[in-house]
């Protein structure tokens, strides 16, 4: 499960500024869903291998004047929601109430927690420490977060017990001709197909959840303890396995629970992060709104295999039927790849459908293609359509290979790849969709450069 760390602390002592710093990194996703969640903002960022999600808290402003209580409401829950918190200090500003009054709350809650005393440009960070020690929550880190300064060591104090990412099974030793083995990423056989139910509050996630498993054929396993994060269902349909994972589970776990919705963001990535498949539901009776579009953008961004549901299909109108069909062809163009479905899950209707469409996207994105394969498919597209030169030189792509699964990663190797124009990836990202007949699962291609 990918760790999560919460940025706590006044407003203005920095936290913004690390959060775009520890962001900006290639693997970052960042999505605008205030409104979903007021303001906080999430993120995802990678460390020396090591994936995780940063959240960024409104700020806990405590000061002489009490505390905000909206903001705090949500920084609390951020608290409660990390596996680590930053607490950022402000070195310039010295200690104030406001910081002795959000220390108190994370030594009661007894969370893994850092504090952080930042802007230690231009002041000893010696000094500032001492300052701060008081505070009762052990050796601080000092940073300087706009310069970059002391980010590494805080990192490594974060996040360095937690394990890396699991590798991709090796996927470069070759594939013999014409042997496609069926093979289930990661060390989750037992697991079988793992399925995200994705989607913003009230489209419909449990009561999908519910109809998935109170299907006939469906036999329900045991759950194990259930996480602290989402309920992972394990089931076995038509001698499939799957494992369902259930982002829509309401559990309370103490006061601050029970005054906050059951959607939560953190839930939704990590969701999306361990699964197979995410399975997206759209609410069809409010057609496509901006906050779809931004979770979906989580969801294409982290490459997992995806269907889309569009629920609540039950007593519209044929007209309005019309519409959404239409909407759904301007506003999820970038997303023609995945399956469409519309179900109702509160009548059953279209809901056994969706595993076709689960297995045919999960097979796509792990099926391994050998290489001989991929380079004929590669050289069929430049005999069709050759790349552009480059200062008089042609483009030349010469062979490709399989680099990884759920997405398919296809590397091809060539010269000058640099300088592979955009339009031409996606032209061969199309070529390959189209013969291999992949569907409901994105493409990554790498180049990679000859001599
Ligand atoms: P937030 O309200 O906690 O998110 O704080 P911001 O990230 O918006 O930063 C508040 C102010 O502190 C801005 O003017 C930043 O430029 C400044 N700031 C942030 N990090 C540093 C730092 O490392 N050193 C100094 N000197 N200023 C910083
Ligand atoms: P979640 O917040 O995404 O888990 O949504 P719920 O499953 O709690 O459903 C929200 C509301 O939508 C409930 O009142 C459900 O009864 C209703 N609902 C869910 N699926 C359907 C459907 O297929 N058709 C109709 N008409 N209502 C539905």
């Known amino acids: 499960m990918v760790p ?33 969640t007021r303001d906080r903002q999430y993120g995802e960022a990678k460390w020396e291998g090591r994936s995780y999600i940063l959240v960024d808290t409104g700020g806990i402003s405590g000061d002489e004047e009490g505390i905000d209580e909206k903001m705090a409401e949500q920084s609390l829950l951020a608290i409660e929601e990390a596996d680590v918190v930053l607490f950022l200090v402000d070195a310039r500003a010295g200690m104030t109430a406001g910081d002795q ?41 000092p940073i300087a977060g706009a310069h970059g300064r002391g980010i590494t060591q805080m990192l490594e104090a974060a996040l360095g017990e937690f394990p890396q990412d699991e590798e991709e099974d090796a996927l470069d030793e070759e594939v013999a001709e014409g042997e496609e083995a069926k093979r289930i990423p990661g060390p989750s056989e037992k697991d079988g197909i793992k399925i995200a139910i994705i989607g913003r509050p009230n489209v419909g996630k449990s009561t999908l959840v519910n109809r998935m498993l109170g299907e006939e054929r469906v036999v329900v396993y045991d759950q194990p303890g259930t996480t602290r994060d989402s309920i992972y269902i394990p089931f076995e349909r038509n001698d499939e396995k799957y494992t ?25 990535l990590q969701a999306i992060k361990d699964a197979n498949v995410v399975i997206f539901v759209m609410d069809a009776r409010e057609g496509v709104v901006d906050h779809d ?50 179900i109702s899950a509160l009548h059953g209707t279209g809901v056994g459908n969706l595993y076709k469409s689960v297995q045919a996207s999960f097979m796509s994105a792990i099926t391994r293609w050998p290489t001989n394969r991929l380079t004929q498919i590669l050289e069929d597209a430049v005999r069709e359509h050759q790349p552009p030169m480059v200062s008089g030189r042609r483009i030349k792509l010469r062979y490709a290979h399989l680099g990884g699964a759920n997405p398919p990663l296809i ?23 189209r013969v291999l007949k992949l569907v409901g699962t994105p493409i990554r291609i790498e180049y990679k450069g000859g001599e």
């Open 4 to 36: 999560v760390i919460a940025l706590v602390g006044r407003p203005n002592v920095g936290k913004s500024t690390l959060f775009n710093r520890l962001t900006r990194s290639r693997d970052a996703i960042v999505g605008d869903l205030s409104g979903l």
């Open 101 to 141: 009054m959000i220390g108190e709350h994370l030594r009661k809650r007894n969370k893994r927690s850092y504090l952080v005393v930042n802007k230690i440009d231009n002041i000893d960070p010696d000094i500032a420490r001492a300052e701060f020690s008081p505070m009762g929550l052990g050796e601080a880190l």
């Open 244 to 268: 369902l994972i259930d982002t829509a589970g309401v559990r309370k776990r103490g006061k601050i629970h029970e005054e906050v919705e059951k959607f939560s963001v953190v839930k939704t």
């Open 293 to 342: 579009l931004n979770l979906l953008g989580f969801a294409i961004e982290s490459g997992r295999a995806l269907v889309i549901a569009l629920n609540k299909w039950d007593g519209m109108e044929p007209g309005e039927r019309d519409y959404v069909k239409t909407e759904l062809e301007r506003r999820l163009f970038f997303v023609d790849y995945a399956d469409i479905h519309f």
């Open 411 to 433: 590397v091809i190797h060539g010269n000058q790849v640099d300088a592979v124009p955009k339009s031409y990836s996606r032209y061969l990202e199309n070529t390959f969709r």
